[in-house]
């Protein structure tokens, strides 16, 4: 056996023991831990204090020794692996530890204060963690945008609504509009102060800050045009630029907030409740999605609802979900993500020959099958004639399917046996016409919805967090054009045509002067190049193409010596960066698929590559990656996918050796079924399928 195919057989075994079986429904999936910052820990650790701190304390403890570990030596926290400290990042946890019980005098708090005011202090924070702050009483309600629940009144014929804003922010923010409404009638003094991180070691602050609850003890002040302290943001532009505008609003509602005329106050919370409460049903929790989940647990608090109430209790519960245990401490997840691991893992296992009337193959098409979304979502506010369909990227998120996972999704269900699943052709066929319903006006694709777009809601002064939108992007633009090519008889069809012609025309438009494209969702440069090239071949445009050879270019020129690729995520905050990096085995993969699918398969470069995978594969068939390479909003919050490093580079070998001559290598799959997995994995907990 030659050590390509030992390698694939190694990575597939490892691939296969990772497979969860739940025997009582006959199917399977895989669902690889999703690894985010400190800030999630310190979230957590924030709701469970104004939750229930009593009955949490241990729980409390146990998340604040895993924040505490993850200090670096400058004393910040930072927000990805090997990144500079961040601010916000290290303010959350200097509060989390603080109400786990660490003094002020422990190195770790004092070596923290030390960097906040290196990080340029607690004013610069993001508007997310000063609402946060506000609601420990550690920020007063005035410095903190407003966000008045009356947006949800906003018609749908208004410029601005809350359906011209990205699904997330939108889970996110309805739930925080009913916080402040009705926050300051439901918290209590709690005795918590940090007004250690507003004195200067000279002690001259004049404006030191965290109010202990009784009102008198010194906190931030605004100076009244959108800056605290020093603050988030300079308004430095014109007096008519849409970020003043914005400013000019958000001081007038302030205003108002002061006032009792507030006459669709009640109606505006009453109808913040029902969006809220409807779309906890058929979800792991408002949105799946880690911040929603705790706004939308609080948000029923202040609304009335009791600490047994069943919505609460299940919230409660999503939320321990998340969790995971290990060495005596706790950190988070900040959603599960089962359906875009299984899609990816059977394209591997697939890409490498494994038969689609295997076990397992079959057992997880029939779990994905199991997950199409059957009801309508938010996303028919913008596409109202289109058939129901696509799948989300948890467990259960029925509002908020994507276009990224039912693309990726229905390519593996064309690798399955199509007779071994039932419905499995008409639900390709109800998935890829969803994804076409939703193209946006531009040729390209979005997340979740299309062409929410509008560009001045970034100037929204809570619009921080970089994630307000929801526009196009290369990478999943790329994905779609993937699963129209590689599924048989689409192209033929002239209306499909069309829409792919719009989709090669966005990439060709979108592409950076260096050849590369942006990776939205995928670090980065070297992301969004692999998948806008995969699906630029899968469609049948020519390797020769001058635009496809600028990123082939692009891709060859940013190998690493080790025969790798690897970039980090700070090229999101320096585009020079782009394709530069630390190697990794996933971006490796991607840099290896984009060039194998141009016709490179014989150039050093891809030769290079694939002895780097093969060297660099650990014993058990995976692959050690330390750094991260999954984005969730660029700048602000990123993701390690821990079966990245696996199922990635599966591929790109099972694509590498059926590019050779002679395809791919048979005879391995006997020894795959006979492995046994099934008799040493645990059933999941009931709730989980």
């Known amino acids: 056996m030659s050590g390509l195919d030992f390698s694939i057989e190694q990575s597939r075994g490892c691939l296969f023991g990772k497979f969860q079986w739940v025997e009582r429904i006959g199917s399977g999936f895989w669902c690889g831990e999703l690894e985010s910052d400190s800030t999630i820990e310190s979230d957590y650790i924030l709701f469970l204090y104004l939750f229930d701190r009593k009955s949490r304390h241990d729980k409390i403890a146990r998340l604040a020794a895993y924040v505490a570990r993850q200090q670096l030596d400058d004393g910040s926290w930072n927000i990805y692996e090997g990144g500079p400290g961040e601010i916000s990042a290290t303010v959350k946890a200097y509060v989390a530890l603080k109400i786990a019980g660490y003094g002020e005098d422990d190195p770790v708090m004092s070596n923290a204060r030390r960097a906040v005011e290196e990080l340029g202090g607690v004013g610069k924070v993001n508007s997310y963690t000063k609402i946060y702050l506000a609601m420990l009483n550690l920020q007063p309600w005035e410095d903190v945008p407003a966000i008045p629940p009356e947006v949800v009144l906003l018609p749908r014929f208004f410029y601005i609504n809350i359906y011209e804003i990205s699904y997330w922010s939108r889970a996110i923010l309805i739930p925080l509009s009913i916080l402040y409404a009705k926050w300051m009638g439901f918290s209590n003094p709690n005795g918590l102060t940090i007004n250690e991180l507003f004195r200067s070691p000279e002690g001259d602050n004049g404006a030191a800050g965290g109010g202990g609850g009784d009102g008198e003890s010194p906190r931030p002040v605004s100076n009244g045009n959108g800056e605290v302290n020093g603050g988030i943001r300079r308004y430095t532009e014109s007096i008519f630029s849409w970020r003043n505008i914005f400013t000019m609003i958000d001081l007038v509602l302030k205003k108002l907030e002061k006032t009792r005329v507030k006459p669709l106050r009640n109606l505006a919370v009453k109808k913040a409740e029902e969006w809220m409460v409807t779309r906890l049903e058929d979800s792991d929790g408002l949105g799946a999605i880690f911040p929603s989940m705790i706004n939308s647990v609080l948000a029923l608090r202040c609304l009335g609802y009791e600490a047994d109430h069943p919505l609460v209790l299940e919230g409660i519960e999503k939320l321990e979900d998340l969790e995971v245990e290990e060495g005596g401490e706790i950190h988070l997840q900040p959603c599960l993500s089962p359906v875009w691991d299984t899609a990816l893992a059977l394209n591997s296992l697939g890409e490498t020959g494994v038969a689609g009337d295997l076990d397992e193959m079959t057992a997880a098409g029939r779990w994905l099958l199991s997950k199409e979304v059957r009801r309508p979502g938010d996303w028919q506010k913008r596409v109202r004639n289109a058939e129901v369909s696509g799948w989300p990227f948890q467990f259960r998120n029925e509002f908020y399917p994507d276009i990224d996972d039912t693309a990726a999704v229905v390519m593996a269900l064309n690798r399955v046996a199509p007779g071994e699943v039932k419905g499995l052709r008409q639900a390709v066929e109800r998935g890829i016409s969803w994804v076409l319903s939703l193209q946006c006006s531009n040729g390209g694709w979005a997340a979740f919805d299309a062409d929410v777009e509008r560009k001045i809601l970034n100037e929204i ?229």
């Open 461 to 689: 002064p809570y619009a921080d967090h970089n994630a307000m939108l929801d526009p196009a992007c290369a990478d999943i633009t790329g994905r779609v054009l993937e699963m129209l090519g590689s599924t048989t008889g689409y192209l033929e069809d002239p209306k499909i045509q069309e829409v792919v012609q719009r989709g090669v025309q966005y990439l060709k438009d979108s592409q950076e002067e260096n050849g590369s494209w942006y990776g939205r969702w995928g670090v980065n440069y070297i992301y969004g190049t692999w998948q806008a090239l995969k699906g630029l071949m899968a469609v049948g445009i020519s390797e020769d193409e001058k635009y496809i050879r600028r990123a082939v270019a692009f891709l060859k020129e940013h190998q690493n010596e080790d025969g790798g690729w690897g970039e980090s995520c700070e090229s999101y905050t320096d585009p020079s960066l782009g394709g530069k990096g630390e190697t990794t085995a996933s971006q490796t993969a991607w840099a290896l698929m984009g060039l194998i699918a141009t016709g490179e398969l014989e150039s050093t470069a891809v030769e290079r590559g694939i002895r780097f995978l093969i060297d660099s594969q650990d014993a058990d068939g995976n692959w050690t990656e330390r750094c991260w390479t999954g984005t969730g909003f660029p700048q602000v919050f990123y993701l390690k996918y821990h079966m990245y490093s696996l199922y990635f580079p599966l591929f790109a070998l099972g694509m590498y050796r059926n590019a050779l001559p002679g395809g791919a290598a048979g005879g391995l799959e006997a020894a795959l079924v006979q492995r046994g997995t099934r008799e040493e994995i645990e059933p999941l907990p009931e709730h989980r399928d």
